[in-house]
């Protein structure tokens, strides 16, 4: 921090054209290829961190946008096959209620004859 703030003291020969400089030299490394540990150097630009993390973030992101999409297309078939349930439901329990009258119309049958 010493060495920074002499080089930015007024007359110093460090400008914020240098240190643009160095943060394009920066951006122009593949920072995905390095270790963390590199990455963790203070030496590194805390925008050069951000945007690494950014295009970490980013597949994660579109992963779960995908999962989202993913969810609702399954919570509509899962919706589907209720209704599909509930009208087969409904439909044998009409045949349960003919089984028991055509149970006791045979019943009457047999003790009639």
């Known amino acids: 921090k010493g060495t920074y703030r002499d080089l930015c003291r007024p007359g110093g020969p460090w400008t914020p054209e ?7 030299m920066f951006l ?3 920072m995905s ?8 150097s203070p030496w590194v630009p805390a925008q050069v961190q951000c945007v690494r993390l950014l295009v970490q973030q980013q597949p994660a ?10 969810v609702s297309r399954a919570m509509e078939h899962l919706q ?27 019943s009457d049958a047999s003790t009639a004859l």
Not at 18 to 24: A, R, Y
Not at 61 to 70: G, K, N, R, T, Y
């Open 61 to 70: 992101d579109q992963f779960h946008e995908e999962l989202q999409q993913e």
């Open 28 to 30: 122009a490394l593949d």
């Open 18 to 24: 240098h240190e643009e400089d160095v943060f394009q």
């Open 80 to 106: 589907t096959i209720h209704y599909q349930c509930s009208k087969l439901t409904d439909k044998l329990n009409v045949v349960e209620q003919r089984t028991v009258m055509n149970k006791s119309q045979i």
């Open 33 to 40: 290829l390095l270790p963390i540990q590199a990455l963790q």
